[in-house]
């Protein structure tokens, strides 16, 4: 992907800003579907909570975090995987809501990836001093699907790195209503969020929410 992609006479569409082949920020592009998506969002909060997981080595992540979708990401001290129960409550993840789906496949394609239903999306919720440190998003089955990721709520800086953790990373700032999408030669780059700082939004108050929409299997 270049962009190239980007500049056809007359197409009307969110301000784009390439991150590296394969991987754009498309500015804007969920606030039209802000009614739905925090509508839809509340309701699968109701019916899967937050919680903050463990991580294999025993450390609790700053982020709470829940799923919908046939599958959910999933971190305890056995690993990390994906998984069609919420552990917490032993029944099935939410279904993932059609505002959702819309979204993220109108992110994938104008981000030039044609086809992505995601079967996952992890929901991140992040407070004034959360973070999420630099990994590569690899427990899916086929790398060949991007990773679509939505922000809302307080702003954050996106960390967006290369293929080795010790890469330089570019540091990306994201509001509310940007989503990010990458995949291609840029699938696996390490990535992650700065602690965030003290704000509030007038819709989600003193919080960031992160939906990352995902082909796990």
């Known amino acids: 992907m270049t962009l ?9 569409g969110p301000e784009v800003q390439v991150l590296g082949e394969g991987a754009v920020v498309l500015r804007g592009l969920a606030l039209e579907d802000e009614a739905a998506l925090l509508k839809d969002l509340r309701d699968v909060v109701l019916a899967a909570g937050f919680r903050r997981m463990v991580t294999p080595g025993g450390h609790q992540m700053s982020v709470a975090m829940t799923n919908c979708g046939a599958l ?21 993840w939410p279904v993932m809501p059609e ?15 044609e086809g992505f239903v995601p079967d996952a999306c992890l929901i991140n919720q992040y407070e004034v001093g959360a973070k999420m440190s630099l990994h590569q ?30 890469d330089v990373q570019q540091r990306v700032a994201l509001q509310h209503g940007d989503v990010v999408v990458w995949g291609g030669e840029s699938r696996l780059r390490f990535h992650g969020v700065l602690a965030l700082k003290e704000a509030e939004h007038v819709r989600l108050g003193r919080r960031r929410i992160n939906l990352t929409f995902r082909k796990a299997e």
């Open 4 to 12: 190239e992609l980007f500049k056809d006479a007359g197409r009307v």
């Open 72 to 92: 959910g990401w999933v971190t305890d001290r056995t690993g990390y995987r994906y998984q069609g129960i919420d552990p917490d409550s032993g029944r099935a």
């Open 99 to 113: 505002s959702f789906l819309r979204l993220a496949d109108r992110a994938a394609r104008v981000a030039g990836y």
């Open 137 to 166: 998003d690899k427990n899916e089955r086929d790398f060949g699907q991007p990773i679509v990721s939505v922000s809302l709520g307080i702003g954050a800086v996106f960390l967006f790195g290369g293929m080795e953790r010790s």
